[in-house]
């Protein structure tokens, strides 16, 4: 079975500050990991995926199998960044597991 | 473009009715997928097509749910008889290509309200 954990339902930053929003998965193979963006009344929409090892609008994100991990960081915040936030986890297939989503709140 | 297009946006029913939604992929994507969220989690699959083919419904409620592709273009999913806890955001997504599964346009989703 896959799963997807985001521990925070709500992040609150200052704008300037670090970012990072936590991911943490469960998978026996080799999963492939994405974070994707949902903008206050706009669609959901990837971000960006760990295959990539791209860096979207100034966020990166490492898997780290060890830990299991894949959190999303952003070394200063913007206040355009303030969106809801959801790591998702294929193992391969075509089915996306997608974590609970994280609030982050960018304040000025 | 329009993207993934869907309707009705909203709907407001009384349990035990129906209710029908309806989706429109971007053109030439093959693969279609719907999606239940409910409030505070993040969505979860219902149904996932490959042109008019359900290659995986594993976690569609079938004693209520029913979907459909005819065409292998849009595609319409039903409920019936609703319940209370169906209501939930039913997000529909695309994408082009079996091999780029993970790239999934959403659509902007149907709120379905069942008092």
């Known amino acids: 079975a896959q799963r997807v954990t985001q521990p925070e339902k709500l992040l609150s930053v200052f704008k300037g500050a670090p970012v990072e929003l936590k991911c943490n998965y469960s998978?026996?193979?080799?999963?492939?990991l994405f974070w994707y963006v949902q903008y206050s009344r706009q669609r959901l929409q990837l971000l960006l995926r760990?295959?990539s090892r791209e860096s979207i609008k100034g966020f990166t994100a490492d898997l780290n199998k060890g830990e299991t991990s894949f959190h999303l960081k952003k070394p200063f915040a913007q206040e355009e960044d303030s969106a809801m936030y959801y790591c998702?986890?294929?193992?391969?297939?075509?089915?996306?597991?997608f974590g609970t989503g994280t609030q982050l709140k960018v304040e000025l | 473009e329009a993207g993934v297009v869907q309707s009705p946006r909203y709907k407001i029913i009384e349990k035990k009715q129906p209710v029908a939604f309806w989706c429109n992929p971007i053109s030439g994507h093959n693969t279609l997928y719907w999606y239940r969220q409910n409030l505070g989690q993040g969505p979860e699959l219902l149904i996932r097509y490959e042109n008019e083919e359900a290659v995986d419904d594993s976690q569609l409620p079938k004693d209520r749910f029913s979907a459909e592709r005819l065409k292998g273009v849009d595609s319409t999913l039903k409920i019936q008889p609703a319940e209370l806890g169906d209501s939930a955001v039913y997000l529909c997504?695309?994408?082009?290509?079996?091999?780029?599964?993970?790239?999934?346009?959403f659509g902007p989703g149907t709120r379905l309200t069942v008092t």
């Open positions: 998978y026996s193979g080799s999963p492939e």
């Open positions: 760990h295959i």
């Open positions: 998702a986890l294929t193992g391969g297939g075509n089915k996306l597991t």
């Open positions: 997504a695309s994408s082009p290509h079996r091999q780029f599964s993970y790239e999934q346009y």
